[in-house]
């Protein structure tokens, strides 16, 4: 269900041939006279979601409402897009459920914990971008996570997001039916935000598999949650065998999010601070500040990212219209 | 894992003979020299728990923190415990991942959405209960979700938490394997429930099944996501069989606060409000006056019974201490 004819931006067409939109997969959309998008209280009738969004081409998504302002206040200084006087009001601050913030073409949104937290933010933002008619968005989720064999403070660029079984794939029930769906990411983004880590030489980054866990405590081999009924071994043998088969990190949110933007068409990356390496221990008794700092280095990675893309796009931008001029010279 | 001698209350020892515990069961816990709450932003070495918590009775959980935050207000009104002045502070300030607020015995936390959202919440609200040596607690969740079959703004409190199969039943993966656990809730707290709702005589309240599952969207029949392969007939299909099981709302978070409320003796009720019949429609088009009218009915029925339980403690106390006079008194 692409946009239909007259959708697309015309500038945009010109600019770039192999322009791609954001897809839904819903017949039933189209025949709604309005669509509310509860949880971010936006909709269709309600606001006129293409001038709101049209031109965001970068989404970064996190758990943390606080980290996701604090995402947009440093974004709009590394693209000095900042006002001074600024106060980056909530787009969604009608409603507690998720926060969002926009700057230029950078749109920063709170997700909550876990797959299903994750999954209702991700399915109004679709039909957000959709309504809205952005074409060639990217995608980051940043987030914090537990390392494995890793120094803390690590950031992992997640190659393939598997279960707890350790396989690539989202289990989703559906009319009580389960449904299997592909985790992939796009690799190409993840060697992007490698090579932004070397060119900047402030923190360590690799890419290795993320384990997405339905629970933070006994779904991660804690042991102390308020239920525990393994070993200290039983938990060392399950963190040694997902190492053993890729995995450098675990979080709650990456597969349902690696599932739905390959659906929908978004080329995605999710860029995850370790926070403390798990085969030494389950609480974080880190500082304050040293996390507060562990927690910037996603931001800081992506930030990079989309300022050398837009950098990039703008000098591609200035050569189509330098060929342009060359082609409608009078010839003499 | 009960607490050590030592630690109960004496005064409630001698007026309530079989008090129960707040239990956690985890070996491990007791040879942690200090326990973080990292999501609370609490924990045993930097807060007194005891000092804080030991009081609590009552714990109301809801996935909104606004609505949280207005419960702890409605309910310092309904117990004459108000303070012109309070400001209501909230006690996780210091994180954004959940709202906590406390008046007299009554505990009221936020959960976010979802069952991995709402699992971290009750693991360390748990373990908070535990350390804070409370005892006879009970524990309610104030939600919001779509009925069945229902008038909307009717309120349903949960027989059993079913999953998108109809079973009462939660899957839980731990170290890799599936491990099933009860969603019993406990059924006298429910007709007490349903006995409230009619002394108010302000809205119908029904016992009924609760669906809770993993996804607003697809997850729920909705034909509103940013993908949908079913049809109408299908969506209308699967929640006419989840109404013949007895299913008479779905939510997202029921199952696994059932499940760990009764591993850890907590008295447990789910009490939500149904914001629309979703065999009438998906999207949410009630104006926000209406919506936020039913959303105060579990606060209403629950507030109710709280003030209900503490005046019956209130007069048993009253009653035990008149029979120690008695007993006491000189014979002549």
């Known amino acids: ?11 945009n067409e010109t600019l770039c041939e192999s322009e791609s939109t954001v897809y839904v997969h819903n017949p039933h959309l189209d025949g709604m006279k309005d669509d509310v998008l509860y949880h ?26 606080w980290r996701m302002k604090s995402f947009i206040e440093y974004i709009a200084g590394e693209l000095s897009l900042e006002d001074p006087k600024a106060e980056y009001p909530n787009i969604c601050a009608g409603t507690d459920r998720y926060a969002m913030y926009k700057i230029g073409p950078v749109l920063s949104v709170s997700h909550g914990m876990g797959i299903p ?5 991700l399915h109004e933002l679709i039909k957000l971008l959709y309504h809205a008619r952005c074409t060639d968005v990217t995608i980051f ?16 660029v997640t190659k393939q997001s598997v279960d707890a079984t350790f396989l690539p794939r989202l289990e989703q029930v559906i009319l009580g039916n389960t449904v299997v769906r592909s985790t992939d990411l796009d690799q190409g983004l993840a060697e992007e935000l490698l090579q932004c880590s070397k060119d900047l030489g402030q923190f360590e980054t690799v890419i290795g598999n993320t384990m997405c866990t339905m629970d933070f405590y006994e779904g991660q081999a804690r042991l102390d949650g308020a239920f525990c009924s393994y070993t200290e071994k039983d938990k060392q043998d399950y963190l040694t065998k997902a190492y ?13 999010f690696a599932a739905m933007c390959k659906l929908s068409g978004l080329k995605a990356a999710v860029v995850c601070v370790t926070l403390l390496d798990r085969q030494k221990g389950d609480q974080l008794i880190s500082s304050h500040e040293v996390l507060h700092s562990y927690q910037q280095r ?12 837009l950098q990039t796009s703008a000098s591609a931008s200035a050569s189509v219209l330098d060929k342009k001029t060359l082609l409608q010279a009078p010839t003499t």
């Open 298 to 309: 996603p931001q800081i990675l992506v930030g990079h990212l989309i300022k050398k893309m």
């Open 40 to 65: 971010f209280n936006l909709g269709t009738s309600t606001h006129n979601l293409p001038a709101m969004f049209g031109d965001v081409k970068f989404v970064c998504v996190g758990g943390s409402p």
């Open 141 to 156: 989720r940043i987030g914090t996570s537990g390392g494995l064999g890793l120094e803390p403070g690590t950031v992992v």
């Open 1 to 11: 269900m692409a946009p239909g004819p007259g959708f697309s931006d015309e500038k």
């Open 244 to 256: 053993e088969s890729g995995v450098r990190n675990i979080e709650m949110e990456s597969s349902v």
């Open 117 to 121: 937290s994750i999954a209702i933010m």
